[in-house]
C-alpha cells in the first residue's frame, strides 16, 4: 500500500507550464526555419531560370528561334527539324520552386523568363516578389 501513496503524477499546472515553454521555443524558431526555407526556394527559383535558359539557348541553336511557349523545351516540336532527340528540359522544371509556373513571353527574337515568387501574382515583396533573369545572373 505505500508504494501506491509515493507514486506521483505531474499536476495540471507543471504540464501547462511545459506546454508554455515547448510553445515559446516554437514561436521564437517557427519564423525562422519558414523564412530560411522561402529564402533557399528563392536561391533555387534563381538556378532553375539559369537552366532554362540554358535549355532555351540550346534550342534556338538546334532550331534558329525560340520556342513559342516554354512546352517547346519538353516534347518534340514539329516545326524544328532538329529538335532533340532529348528534351531540352525536363517538364518538373518548367515549375519554380513555389509550385507555380515560370512566367515566358516570345516577343519576335527576344523573350523574357520569370517567376512569380512565392505568392504567385506579379509584382510583391520580399519573397513574394518576382524573380527576374537580372535577379538569376546576381546569384
Do not use: H
Not at 63 to 78: H, I, R, V
Not at 95 to 103: L, M, Q, R, S
Amino acid at each position: 500500500m505505500s508504494l501506491l501513496k509515493n507514486r506521483r503524477g505531474m499536476t495540471l499546472i507543471e504540464i501547462m507550464i511545459v506546454l508554455a515553454i515547448i510553445g515559446s521555443i516554437a514561436a521564437l524558431l517557427i519564423p525562422n526555419l519558414t523564412s530560411s526555407l522561402d529564402k533557399s526556394k528563392v536561391k533555387e527559383a534563381k538556378i532553375q531560370l539559369t537552366q532554362v535558359v540554358n535549355a532555351l539557348q540550346m534550342y534556338y541553336t538546334d532550331c534558329g528561334k525560340y520556342p513559342q511557349s516554354l512546352e517547346g523545351l519538353t516534347a518534340a516540336d514539329s516545326n524544328c527539324t532538329n529538335w532533340g532527340p532529348q528534351p531540352y528540359l525536363e517538364k518538373k522544371k518548367l515549375k519554380d520552386p513555389f509550385g507555380n509556373e515560370f512566367v515566358y513571353e516570345l516577343n519576335g527574337s527576344e523573350y523574357s523568363l520569370k517567376s512569380l515568387g512565392k505568392d504567385g501574382r506579379e509584382g510583391g515583396s520580399a519573397f513574394n516578389a518576382d524573380i527576374t533573369l537580372d535577379d538569376a545572373e546576381s546569384k
